[in-house]
């Protein structure tokens, strides 16, 4: 999943992928990675997207924080006596 937002961020400030990598420390293959969502930041690299970019994590990486409602119900297994 393409994180459209994380890219429209980067836009915005008319950086390169790899001017972004540069003012982040971090590779320009990573930031690449990140936008094209073929890889999921850590921790301290979402937060330092965040603080960067002004814009929460989750709007940056929506596909991390996607909401998952598991509403099967796993029932109890019959007796062996029955």
Do not use: C, H, W
């Amino acid at each position: 999943m393409k994180r459209e937002r994380l890219i429209s961020e980067r836009n915005k400030k008319r950086k390169t992928q790899l001017q972004v990598a540069q003012d982040l420390d971090i590779s320009e293959v990573y930031v690449r990675k990140l936008e094209s969502g073929s890889v999921n930041p850590g921790r301290d690299t979402m937060f330092k997207f965040e603080n960067y970019y002004k814009v929460d994590a989750k709007k940056l990486f929506p596909d991390i924080f996607l909401r998952f409602d598991d509403k099967k119900v796993i029932k109890d297994k019959p007796s062996a006596s029955a």
